[in-house]
């Protein structure tokens, strides 16, 4: 096949590049470095020439209420592109749960691109992931200082980059779904919790504070992040990930 990974230079793009590379597949990385600009359509003819299947893993520059435009403007413009070029299959990256948090710009938005892509020309699926671990440093420093990190007790289902990238790969590769399929990782979290347990492996003493009003984390009601009975779960533990990182 002959793919196209819009955001091919990103954590998950560069990663799903060179899997699909490796698996004998055809693949153009596209991203702004190689003067595809999603949000003028600037490249994107070039850039999906040919193509079979183009994957979406790009993301706002912002997480707040500019985002809903951004990613209106952007999936409109890959969706006609896609068409002008024949592209027979259309794949975006998402979030577990992101439908069910509308106190967040960012999950709204993310909402915004699903609603655009299933009612576009093209068939689809939609991968929805979990948090990654590699994200999880971030997640700290929001609401860190020098003398403590302040998370709320909000379940979460993390996993691993590596194992998003597979998965991806292979609904990038079949069918087209017309759907949406979940991944997550294999235990659930507090995340306080896991919040210390990366602090101790990071050999960092500052303490963990429970605030149910830190942080973004802090919108989510209930589990909704850590992906229901239906999700496909992914083999790496966070133990295993963060001996790997070390």
């Known amino acids: 096949m002959k793919i196209t990974v819009i955001g091919g230079t990103g954590l998950i793009g560069s990663q799903l590049v060179s899997t699909l590379r490796a698996a004998g597949h055809e693949v153009v990385a596209a991203s702004l470095s190689s003067g595809v600009d999603l949000l003028t359509g600037s490249g994107l003819d070039q850039a999906l020439a040919g193509a079979d299947t183009v994957v979406n893993v790009t993301n706002s520059p912002t997480f707040d209420e500019a985002s809903p435009d951004f990613f209106r403007t952007t999936t409109g413009n890959l969706l006609a592109a896609g068409e002008r070029a024949g592209v027979g299959h259309q794949v975006v990256l998402s979030i577990v749960g992101v439908d069910r948090v509308p106190q967040l710009d960012y999950y709204r938005a993310k909402t915004l691109q699903e609603d655009v892509l299933k009612q576009g020309p093209t068939p689809y699926s939609i991968l929805r992931a979990t948090q990654f671990f590699e994200f999880m440093d971030a997640v700290l420093a929001w609401t860190a200082d020098d003398r403590t ?70 919108a989510v009601q209930g589990d909704v992040l850590a992906g229901g009975p239906e999700a496909r779960l992914a083999t790496t533990s966070y133990g295993e990930w963060l001996d790997a990182t070390r």
């Open 149 to 218: 990190v302040r998370l709320p007790s909000t379940p979460v289902r993390p996993m691993a980059a590596a194992d998003v990238v597979a998965a991806l790969a292979e609904v990038t590769t079949g069918a087209p779904l017309n759907g949406t399929v979940d991944v997550a990782g294999p235990e659930v979290f507090a995340l306080d919790e896991l919040g210390r347990l990366t602090l101790a492996a990071r050999q960092d003493p500052r303490p963990v504070v429970t605030d149910e009003r830190a942080g973004m984390f802090a």
